[in-house]
């Protein structure tokens, strides 16, 4: 954070000045990587929002002490007149409230400013999901006699049999996969691990792409599981082409993304009558009503289906 702003006196409680100023967001991050199990990426949006609210504050003049709900309120305003939507918004003040929490406990400062701040409202965004249609098209884009395109073939089928998160598909060890027992052991958000059940036909596929491709590119002591030809780890960023790519080639108009392959394994489990609390475990989610978006999807699925179909629809 910027220097001098979270050291001095904070309320009726004294901070000891100290030569790196922000040691009291140093040690916030740190709790929240070691307490909370945050991952890398989290902890820095932590660490951006802070600093954002640290610059606001110091622009006008405004000491700790003197920060106060409405102060907090002013910056969420100030948020959104920079074009700033209502979910960043509330990540921010998430972030605040954390952070003046931890001060309070810490005995940093006597009252949270944060606790009483209403977040914006949030307009609910459905998720854009595939169609069965979508979904078989653009699974059987690939040509298989062509060995990269074989490992895109499998990629996309694991991606949508199990609901992975791109990072998670992309991070996939040989360990991960139990082929035989039909399930693949996920890493995901806050290092947190889970089993996911994946089907026959993904299972064939992935065989398929051990035998025929894995074998030609890994290295003796390479343990990830999806290559390319030059014989590096999978990125994000070229999983994300291969998804354009083979989106183009079946004609799906939709604007296609691998977290979109998610959406829709969610999506069409709930249509198909599995109960939400397993679809929240296959999918990692920390909270039920993160889930719920996609009861939202389901829902609004049945009334297209029945304006279309019933006679006085």
């Known amino acids: 954070m910027s220097v ?21 967001t140093d040690l916030f991050l740190n709790h929240l990587r070691v307490e909370k199990g945050l991952s890398y990426n989290t902890i820095e949006a932590y660490s951006h929002d802070l600093a954002k609210f640290s610059d606001f504050a110091e622009d006008r003049g405004v000491e700790p002490e003197d920060i106060s709900s409405l102060f907090i309120s002013e910056y969420l305003v100030h948020l959104s007149q920079n074009g700033i939507g209502r979910s960043s918004q509330a990540r921010n003040l998430s972030t605040l409230r954390g952070f003046f929490k931890f001060l309070v406990r810490e005995r940093e400062l006597l009252t949270d400013a944060a606790e009483d701040v209403d ?69 995901g958000k806050g290092e947190k691990r889970r089993l996911v059940p994946i089907g026959e036909w993904a299972r064939h596929v992935l065989q398929l792409y051990l035998n025929e491709v894995r074998g030609l590119w ?84 049945l009334i297209e289906t029945h304006r279309k179909h019933h006679p006085r629809g």
């Not at 001098?4 to 009291?24: C, E, K, N």
């Not at 307009?123 to 895109?152: F, M, S, W």
């Not at 004609?251 to 009558?273: Q, V, Y």
Request: hydrophobic letters at 40%; a positive charge; glycine letters at 8%.
């Open 4 to 24: 001098g702003f979270w050291y001095g006196r904070f309320g009726d409680a004294m901070v000891t000045p100290m030569s790196d100023s922000s040691i009291l």
């Open 119 to 187: 977040a914006p409202r949030r307009h609910l965004k459905l998720p854009v999901v595939l169609t069965l249609g979508e979904v078989q098209k653009l699974l059987a884009a690939p040509d298989v006699r062509i060995p990269n395109e074989l490992r895109d073939f499998a990629m996309l089928h694991t991606m949508y049999a199990a609901g992975l998160r791109v990072s998670e598909l992309v991070h996939l060890k040989l360990g991960d996969v139990d082929l035989d027992g039909g399930f693949v052991a996920v890493l």
């Open 218 to 301: 890994a290295a003796p002591d390479e343990n990830g599981y999806f290559l390319t030809k030059r014989r590096k780890k999978m990125t994000r960023q070229g999983f994300w082409l291969i998804v354009k790519k083979y989106a183009r080639r079946a004609g799906i108009e939709k604007t296609l993304s691998p977290h979109k392959l998610r959406h829709s394994f969610a999506t069409h489990l709930l249509e198909g009558g599995a109960d939400l609390r397993s679809v929240q475990s296959m999918l990692g989610h920390a909270d039920i009503s993160t889930t719920q978006i996609y009861t939202h999807v389901t829902t609004q699925h």
